[in-house]
C-alpha cells in the first residue's frame, strides 16, 4: 500500500525518486476497525498517524469530568501529534469510527529519518506540519519549529 501511495505522489507530493526510496523504510501502515481504539489518552506516544482511508474520532478526557469527542478527522489528516512534538504520553484518545487504514512513523524513526537524510526529513516535516497547522489554525512557521525541535532532541 505505502509504495502505490509514494508513486502516486501520495502522502508527501513533490518526493523525487530517491527521496521515496529514503523514506519507505521509516514508515508503516496501521489498519483500525470500526470503533476499534488506535491508542488512549496517557498510553506511551509512540508512533505519528497519516489517515489514508477512513475517519478517527479524537476524545479527551479532562481529569475532573466526562470525556469530550474534540473533533472528527479523515483521509488526508494527521493524528497522534504528541509522539511527533516529543511528547511521553498521548494526551487524547484516537478511535477508528469507519474502518481505516493509513501510515504510521514511530517518533524514533522520524527522529532517525531527519538525521539520515536531512534535506529528505525538512520535507516530510514541513508537510507535517503544514497538515497540523490546518487543523490547529496556527501558523505553519510555528508548528514547523517546533516539530523540527522535537527531532533534534535526543532520542
Avoid at 523504510?25 to 489498519?31: I, K, L
Avoid at 476524545?59 to 488526508?76: F, N
Avoid at 504528541?82 to 484518545?93: C, E, K, N, P, Q
Avoid at 514511530?106 to 497538515?131: E, M
Wanted: net charge negative.
Amino acid at each position: 500500500m505505502f509504495i502505490q501511495e509514494l508513486a502516486d505522489d501520495k502522502p508527501f507530493p513533490g518526493l523525487t525518486d530517491l527521496q521515496k526510496q529514503q523514506i519507505a523504510p521509516f514508515f508503516q501502515t496501521w489498519e483500525s476497525r470500526a470503533e476499534e481504539i488506535i491508542f488512549e489518552q496517557g498510553q506511551l506516544a509512540r508512533s505519528f498517524y497519516l489517515i489514508n482511508d477512513g475517519q478517527v474520532l479524537i476524545r479527551y478526557k479532562p481529569y475532573d469530568g466526562p470525556a469530550l469527542d474534540v473533533t472528527r478527522i479523515g483521509s488526508g489528516q494527521v493524528f497522534g501529534w504528541s509522539a511527533a512534538l516529543g511528547h511521553s504520553t498521548y494526551s487524547s484518545s484516537a478511535i477508528s469510527i469507519i474502518d481505516s487504514a493509513g501510515l504510521q512513523i514511530s517518533k524514533r524513526n522520524l527522529q532517525v529519518l531527519c538525521k539520515q537524510y536531512p534535506d529528505t526529513g525538512t520535507i516530510i516535516i514541513r508537510h507535517l506540519a503544514d497538515l497540523i497547522a490546518k487543523r490547529m489554525g496556527n501558523t505553519h512557521a510555528t508548528v514547523f519549529a517546533i516539530l523540527m525541535s522535537s527531532v533534534d532532541a535526543n532520542p
